[in-house]
């Protein structure tokens, strides 16, 4: 089990793919000053996939940024595998970035002049790596994108974009992909087709990945949803079912008191 030590490093199947540790990020100073997080302890699951959930301003997005090694922290540590992110410079950072971590956004960030198929390889070829071909084929099959590999990104729906995206993470076979809301701007039927892909690259391909998300229904499609209030971890959800979801942000809003559940009797859940 890992003691939570600054640079404790922990090699057992156990390490958690990420971890935080007492994460702490203020804003601005002076009256002005916002603690955007307040000493976040939470660990991420290696091959799962986990939902991040809260009231605007609670500090999702702050919270996952930090743990990509997008902005650094005030205080505390960050873990990707038993490397502390909060201790890197800008190289090693960049590395990091490129070397073992995939992003989904939810504005695509496609480059417009290159077709499908070069924005999925082009992170790996810019990288002065090869493509495993193989892989590339098992993500572009999946993803229904064989036939709209030569297509520029002006020539694809949205939902074909973002899956472009996902590929695109997915390609480096990354640690862990971070996904800010990645259906935000999909009508729900892509929406759908992409949660199916995320939950599948979990499940089937080992994937693991962290999502920021408002919505109940995409957060369900995750194994576990971890709620987030006022800079603070608040709870978490267990096989989250969108009622059990709502019900936990109800909760957060109500109550501010610390959440807990597991899937509700009846076993549904969103596209399941
Ligand atoms: N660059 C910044 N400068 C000052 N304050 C910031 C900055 N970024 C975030 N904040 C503040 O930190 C707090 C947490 O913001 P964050 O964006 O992490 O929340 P969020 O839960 O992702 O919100 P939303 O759901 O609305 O995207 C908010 O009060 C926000 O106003």
Known sequence: MDDGAPGAVATSDQTPAVRARALTKTYGTGQAQVRALDGVDVDFAAGRFTAIMGPSGSGKSTLMHL??????ATSGQAFLGSTDVTALGDKDL????????????????????????????????????????????TLVTTLGLSERLTHRPSELSGGQQQR?????????????VFADEPTGNLDSRAGVEVLSFLRRSVRELGRTIIMVTHDPTAAAYADRVVLIADGRIAGEISDPT???????????RSLEAPVTGTPSDDGTRAGA
Request: aromatic share 8%; charged share 20%.
């Open 94 to 137: 960049t590395r990091l970035r490129r070397d073992r971590v995939g992003f989904v956004f939810q504005q695509f960030n496609l480059l417009p002049m290159f077709t499908a198929e070069q924005n999925i390889t082009l992170p790996v070829e810019l990288a002065g790596g090869s493509v495993d071909r193989a892989w590339f084929d």
């Open 164 to 176: 472009v995206a996902v590929a695109r993470a997915l390609i480096a076979q990354p640690e862990v």
């Open 67 to 72: 743990l990509a090694g997008l902005d650094s």
């Open 242 to 252: 969108p009622e059990a979801v709502l019900a936990g942000l109800d909760a957060l």
